[in-house]
């Protein structure tokens, strides 16, 4: 089990750049794919980047070429860096580690894009 901490949420102008962070309690070296998703109310959690233990990295059709996800195994963090913030970015990020036995989530951290 790892247990998961995200921050850096907050408010941002459109427009506007913002880096989350996610930083577990335990080495991420071996965990197969970090993941950050988000969630606004009435929709289900939507899967927005991830990296793999191999450095492979998939994105969401709605945040690529905006968004950017990186690793930092000497650190055990997860980065999500979004920039060109759109007000339909307002959501809870979370941050996802799979292990291939079990998923482990924190406890998400808020970003709201607005003028």
């Known amino acids: 089990q790892v247990q998961l901490v995200e921050s850096g949420g907050g408010l941002v102008q459109p427009g506007g750049s913002l880096r989350i962070s996610c930083a577990a309690s335990r080495s991420i070296s071996r965990i197969l794919v970090m993941g950050w998703y988000r969630q606004t109310p009435g929709k289900q959690r939507e899967l927005i980047a991830a990296?793999?233990?191999?450095?492979?990295?998939n994105y969401a059709d709605s945040v690529k070429g905006r968004f950017t996800i990186s690793r930092d195994t000497a650190k055990n963090t997860v980065d999500l860096q979004m920039n060109s913030l759109k007000p339909e970015d307002t959501a809870v990020y979370y941050c996802?580690?799979?292990?291939?036995?079990?998923?482990?989530w924190g406890q998400g951290t808020q970003v709201i894009v607005s003028s």
């Open positions: 996802k580690a799979d292990d291939g036995r079990r998923d482990d």
């Open positions: 990296v793999t233990s191999g450095g492979r990295r």
